[in-house]
Structures are given as structure tokens and as C-alpha cells.
């Protein structure tokens, strides 16, 4: 496969003929020999439908001869003229061959299109095969860049990019191929022609024409291409705000803001209506000032073709000869222009796309990096230094370590640092300073593929595909049996859920599993997670979006989930770690305190604090709670009691 990410192609810069370079490989590929056979044939095809199309305008020529017998006698042919017309039934001859000529006239026309469009129809697959494994390098490239990329993109204006660059390559591979080189093919023949024909100033004139044509249409597109890059930002943000807007449909309903969503949005949409505009308007300005260069073109050329046929130099067939030329010359010229606007426009509508690729992930496997092996899942940490960014470390030496099978959970107030461990681990981010092992292994120098394998998570905010709850619950091992998926909800404690909805495990989840509650999506997490059956668990603030209730519900399941596992809990509410063999406590990047619960307690430290606030909150809670219930239950007894 090529490498295209370091080609920044740019509409301004003209590398056209370095992206044809990079596409090549799409076109011509070197495992598809069908596809090659395809590409020969389609070029077998082109220059035999362009040989036909400029000998279709002989058969014009001849006919007009044919019946114009006059013009026989014009260009020196008077006896054969006046023998033909002394022959008795000559006239039936004539308008035999003239008909003749006709036939093979129109006959010749069928095979060219026909030629023409199984040229198109050979080429079809061989252009959407490209189109299809640059739309699939860019997908897969999209999946190597780092976290720190995805957290900043905006999503709707990054599929919009994907999507006009795909439909970009397409005009690129299509224009490019099946009409510029075919175009460049019939004016060389009809130079020639015209060279050998009649003379070195009617290929001047038509020389002259072509290249005023040229220089015209391309000045003209350049300057659409600025109008075309406005038009197309104003599309992608007026798509990212409506994508961002519909995403977070929700919090526009809370706050009532649906007219300041609709104001933004059509903003984004009265700059694009502006921009759309002036590229409608421009076009007409670029057409006609193509049909006037073309026009005096040709009417200087049928001039001097009239006054030669006056001359007696030429004869009628001629001059009908020179115009069915022009005007079958008129059509690819024409193309030239379209051709030139869609790759210059499929430039354009590429750049970012390439610029995408031009992206290195931050994270990459070594070169000769092997899968990592394990044997007993014991994580570590050493001396672990991180920042996001290089002015403010987060990790400050943290060092810990999860023995095999046990649970170790970190604590700390927000921003402490917890959740960059946990991305950490799964190598979302490479360490600035010491390293992270599992089962000794340096995870920076195995395959990412295979650390994310060993390690299994349920996240605190659990986002769904918009499908079944069955495949939701599969992606944790994708080629899991119905029994298994089942059996994973029913220690996840959420198969009796699934069983009363009316479509069961084929239930949609919605956009985001927003048709399920967020501990129905806590237990789907965890359903996924004893599927994919890992030999290390994270847990990352699994509950701390959940009510009391429900967290204890849920604890039940992931303290199964955790069972003889490697765990890693980052925690917010303490009561659910109590049990773990080890908590840590982290403060500002570092490890402050540790030990167990009950070991923390008695050091009267943050920890302590912290359990003491969490436990006048929780306590406040369930006295909130009963006090519900009570009046609850005083209005249904005084409803039970009949009025004296």
C-alpha cells in the first residue's frame, strides 16, 4: 500500500502529479491481477472509441460528396462528374452510397458511446476499489492516532472531512484516467488530421484555441477553489454543530436553548448559502467565457474553410468535414474544463484528508515488538512520571504495585490523577519517565494489541453502540456463542431486564445506550466484561455516577466480575473498596498514603477525612431517603382511612 501520509496534497500547490503517484498503487494494485486486466482492457477500449470518434466525421465528409455532386467538378473532377451524370440511372447510385454513408455515420457514433461506456463500465470497479481501501486506510488510521487526538477532534466535522475527501479521490481517480488521457489522445489525432489535411494554419488556429481555452479555464477554476474552501468549512461546521447538537439532544431540552441551537446552525448555513451562491455564479461566469474563446475559435476556422471551398480548394464535404471536427472537438474541450474543476476540487476536498494521514500517532509499537505474555497479571509501576502537558506533570514518581490475583485500589480528590493511571495502563499514553510492567514486561516495548487484550475495563461513563443489546454485550469477544452472551448477563445480574423487554437481547440501545438507565448500561459494561474474560481488571469509577441503591446492586456483580482477577479500582465512593488488599492514596500526583481500610482510618490522614465526609453524605442520604418513604406511606395510610 502506498504511503500517502506524508503527501500533503494541496489545491494550491499543483501536485497533481504527485497524488496521481500516490493513487497509482489504488489503480493499479499489485495483488488484484483481475483489476489490472481490467485497467488494461478499459485502455484498450479508450483509445479505440477515440480512433473511431475522429473517423466519424469522415463518413460525414463523404456522404455530403457523395450527394453533392457539384462539389466533385469544383475540386477537379469534372469528367468523372459529367461521366457519372451521362450514365443512365446514376442518381439511385448515388443516394445508394449517400445512404450507405449515412448508416455507417451513425453506425460509427453507436460503437464509440458503446465503446466508450464499457471503457466506463471495465474501469467502475477498479475506481471504487480505490476509493474503498483509502476510505479504509484512513478508518484504520483514525484508530491508530492517540487519545490526545480524539479528545480533541470534532466529530462531525472530522466524518465530513472523510467523506468529501472519499468522494474527492473518486473525481480524481475517474477524471484523471478515463477522460484527461483520452482527451489528450483525440486533440493529438486531430492535429494531425488537420495538419496533414489542410495546412499548418488551421492546426495554428485551433493550437491558439485550446491553449487560450486552457489558461482561461484554469485562471478561472483557481479562483473558484478560495470560493469552493469557504463553502466547504462552512459545511463542516454547520454539520459538526448540528451532529454536536443532535448528540447532546438532552441538554438542549434541559436548558430550552433549541432557537440559539437553530440560530448557530443557520449562521453556519447563511455563510455556506453565501459561498454556494458565488460558486453557481462563477460557473456560469466560466462557461461563458469558455463558449466565447471556443466560438471565435471556430468561426475563424470555418471561415477560412468557406473561402477555400469558394477557392475551389476544398470541397462542401470539407467544410461539413471541419465543423462536425470543431464540434466533436467541442465536447472533450469542454470536458477538459469540467476535468480540470473536479480534480482541482477533488484536490481540495482531499487535502484535509491527506493532512489526516500526515497525522503520526503518538503512541506506536516499537519496530520487532513482540505480544505480551501473561502469566500471572501483576502489574507495576516504577518511579512513573506523566504530564499531559509538558509545563504540568500530573504523575509525579508514582510507584505501586497489583500482585496476581489481588485488588488494589487509589483514591484522592479530583485531578489527583487517577484516571490518567488507568490510561496509562492501557497505553493510551506513552510514560515520560520510568515504566509500567506487566509480569516484567515493559509495556512500551510489546504491542499495544496485546496489553488492551490481557486487560479488561468498566468505565464510569459507559457509552453504547446505537445497536443490540446482544452485540453490545458481544464486543467483548466478538466471536462469542448466544449461550455465552447470555450466561455474561446473567452474572452481569441484567438478563432478567433483557428478558422482559418486548425484542429481548435483540433490543436497540439507542444513540449512546441512551434508551437504557445508567446502571442497565453499568451492567451491559460489566456483561461485556466477563465475556472478554481478561486476566486483569480495571475498574474506573465503575459506581460513582450511580445512586446508593443501585451502586449496591451493581457492586455485586463487579465484585464477581473481579473474583481471582488482577483488579485495579479507581474509586470515588470509598465504601465500595473497603475490601481491597491495598488502597492508595493519591494527591497531586503523588502516593500520599497506603495500606487498608482499616489502616488509613487509623492514621487520622486524607483518607480519613474523606470517609468521614462520604459519610455524612451518605448517611444525609438515607435519612433524605426514609423520610420519603415515611410521607409516602402517611399519605397512602390516610387514604386507606375512610373520612368520619
Known sequence: MADTSSARVSGDSGETFSTLRNLWPYMWPSDRPDLKMRVVWASFFLVLAKLLTVGVPYFYKWATDALDHSSAAGTGAGDT????????????????????????????????????????????????????????????????????????????????????????????????????????LEFALVAVIFGFSYGIAYVAVIAVTIWLYGWFTIKASDWRINIRRDMNESDTDANTKAIDSLLNFETVKYFGNETMEAERFDRSMARYEVAATRIWTSLGWLNFGQGVIFGVGMAIVMVMSALAVRDGTQSLGDFVFVNAMLMQLSIPLNFIGFVYREIRQGLTDIEEMFALLGINAEVVDRPGAKPLVVSDGAIRFEDVRFGYDPAREILKGVSFEVPPGKSVAIVGPSGAGKSTISRLLFRFYDVKGGRITIDGQDISEVTQESVRAAIGIVPQDTVLFNDTIAYNIRYGRIDASEEEVVRAAELAQI???????????????????????????QRVAIARTILKAPPILVLDEATSALDTHTEQEIQSALDLVSKNRTTLTIAHRLSTIINCDEILVLKAGEIVERGSHRELLAMSGLYAEMWAMQREATEAEEALRRARESDEMGVLERRRTPPV
Open 81 to 184: 462528374a459529367a461521366a457519372v451524370a451521362a450514365t443512365p440511372g446514376w442518381l439511385p447510385l448515388v443516394l445508394a452510397g449517400a445512404i450507405t454513408l449515412v448508416v455507417s455515420y451513425n453506425v460509427a457514433r453507436v460503437i464509440s458511446v458503446g465503446l466508450n461506456q464499457l471503457r466506463d463500465a471495465l474501469f467502475a470497479r477498479v475506481g471504487q476499489h480505490a476509493v474503498r481501501r483509502l476510505a479504509y486506510r484512513t478508518f484504520v488510521h483514525m484508530h491508530r492516532l492517540s487519545l490526545r487526538f480524539h479528545l480533541e477532534r470534532r466529530t462531525g466535522g472530522l466524518s465530513r472531512i472523510i467523506e468529501r475527501g472519499t468522494k474527492g479521490i473518486e473525481a480524481i481517480v475517474r477524471f484523471t484516467i478515463l477522460n484527461t488521457i483520452p482527451t489528450i
Open 495 to 521: 438478563a432478567g431486564f433483557i428478558e422482559q423487554l418486548p425484542d429481548g437481547f435483540a433490543a436497540m440501545v439507542g444513540e449512546r445506550g441512551l434508551k437504557l438507565s445508567g446502571g442497565e448500561k
